[in-house]
């Protein structure tokens, strides 16, 4: 039989009812045929209310408590969701991580997916079972301890069953019904797009759009998983939904795919540093190993042996930044006369394949900031995006203006 | 090191406060040289909400998905209890029934307990870590599959945690101080017993006294555990609480050592039952079939080759009783005219291993009733209690009528 992976959000399972819902989905698939996986999330709300917990109990947290508590969430979706499909006679049963079991690297919190013995399971698919509910997010160490993925590590899960079981498809059932052009709740003439390349995706999933977790994009990318964004609150066509899947797939499409944003940033800037060769090393090092998830890199031309260097980062890491910077000085690493910090940017970005192609994308983006009176702070770019950051209190006037510009609310 | 296990229910770990709380007593024990085993509950309601959920999902539900579900309740308080005792520098860490591993029998929701290797602890415990907090209520089947010991399990894990361990004594942190005379609710010169034979708190604990599981009570004899129960919301001396033992620890005692009652009891009779040999066996055959718990028994005599069979069994399960006497009934094995349920009584039991060597406390107890009015519909005895089955309005009287008469408010 052809295997489907459906995996199904937080809000998605959210409460008895829209198990229920779920579930109905799944003997939808299961009437047509298919031996179904279904990866599911905590119910909406529960992983916070238990990473609450974790954090009021010890601020810096042991990650392997941490995963075990914050890991039972989906443990309770799994068996209610096997319940739901037993009770409308479908074969089912849950799976929590470590019984399939879902072998992970030991970096708690954020560990990777490293094997997924696909026996267990094909063997009770073989003696009729027809569908497989497992727990998202997590899986278990060589040390037999519980580990998770990071959050919305549910994606994840997905993409890497469906790689390992060699599914049809992996569709992904949320809270909206596709990816859009941009955020829709920021631009109103945001437009669904009916399938997305896997680098569009890609980008658009690390540059803030939070449909898809990045990691199960590049999953998905690597295995040539077909991913499917669908909405689990609407009547599902074969077509519904937006798609994600190789460019060859997509006959034609707009230059630019879609507008990412990214409210809460900072941008850092290191004042007058002592300038040697290894420096950006010594700096990058210091902010990773203190948990800085640095974004953006500018590095201004040196001038008598030292220079200023710029980095953007999460506004809730800034705190985290100066302390390393602080460590790092006191001990010698570097030298610099000022840490400056912006806490109001925000990022915004242009994504689409078609930017290999055509030129004259991000000539056109900074005219259309300027004509907007936007100033641009930090530009990078890569081969299928331009993103700048700019003062977030004209964040959505950038992305409206944008959208407008490259014409996204028009198909191709 | 000597091992101690501590227990803590449900409402000892009902907020993180009381986490920290249950966690301070802990770090008193290891401070005195302990090496530590806690075993902890869900969090106040917690279990009530998953089976709840459960039951609204799939009214008859698989066991085993039941099982996957509840048990994360426990799963949850371990980390959230390990995070806390490491925030007090205390080595600890979190276990699951399956990493122990528990293993028990496949009865889900109702396991027993086969085994607990000791190794894997015992092993970090020689390493430096001085607390293993351990998962209660739940163990792994030889299927690998998660079971539950049934409500109330987690005190059978702690027992059965101090004799694998051979600990020295397995503390029970609970909502009350120790083992009351009878409930204080109902009569309010119930005093604590000091010391309680592990026959008579088995007896008490079967009868309804809803301190300790009737399970954990007969481990804890069988491998002559010391058993303390005692208040996690007192300040607490090597004094507290009520310590179960032999009774060869008890130097005097009352003959009567407690009374011990069941308001929602029911009894049920068939009426004129086509008496032959083996037709009990063919009734409580077709009842435990039917999960009914039948507790006390009385056969009227037979008269012209039929008869009447009376028992009782908790009133929320006269529906499956009368259930089981139509199925067995419609299919031949049983032959009868009536059956008639009677759904307000209740149990009220007095309960003493003096009773083996006094007299008369049988017929002071029927005395002590009339005198009240009280009419005794079902009456069961055995060495060291007497059992009746009064009207339920009756039962609070019947009680403190009970308890004056045997003069328990006073030490032997």
Known sequence: MPVLVMKFGGTSVATLDRIRRAAKRVGVEVAKGYDVIVIVSAMAGKTNELVGWVGET????????????????????AGLMALTLQEMDVPARSWQGWQVPVKTTSAHSSARIEEIP??????????????????????????GRITTLGRGGSDTTAVAFAAAFGAERCDIYT??????TTDPRVESKARKLDRIAFEEMLELASLGAKVLQTRSVELAMRY??????????????????????GEEEIMESNVVAGIAFSRDEAKMTLVSVADRPGIAASIFGALSDGGVNVDMIVQN?????????????????VK????????????????????IAD?????????????????????????VLSAEGINIKVITTSEIKISVLIDRKYMELAVQALHDAFELDKVA
Chains 1, 2 share one sequence.
């Open 224 to 245: 040539k998983v077909k991913l499917r964004v669908l909405s689990s609150f609407e009547e599902q066509s074969d077509e519904a939904g937006t798609l994600v899947c």
């Open 58 to 77: 010890s601020p810096l947290y042991d990650a392997r408590e941490y995963d075990a508590v914050v890991s039972s969430g989906e443990n309770i979706t």
């Open 301 to 317: 031309i040196a001038e008598e042996g030292r220079t200023d260097m710029t980095w953007s980062c999460p506004v809730d890491q």
């Open 175 to 180: 809270d909206v019904d596709g990816v859009y």
């Open 118 to 143: 696909t026996e267990n399971i094909t063997g009770r698919f073989a003696q009729g079972m027809k569908v497989a509910v497992v727990a998202g997010f997590q899986g278990v160490s060589p040390e």
């Open 343 to 367: 806490e109001d940017v925000a990022k915004v970005s242009v994504v689409g394949i078609g930017m290999r192609s055509h030129t004259g994308v991000a000539a056109k983006m900074f005219k």
């Open 320 to 339: 985290r930044a100066k302390l390393a910077m602080d460590k790092a000085s006191a001990s010698g690493v570097i030298n610099f006369s000022e840490l």
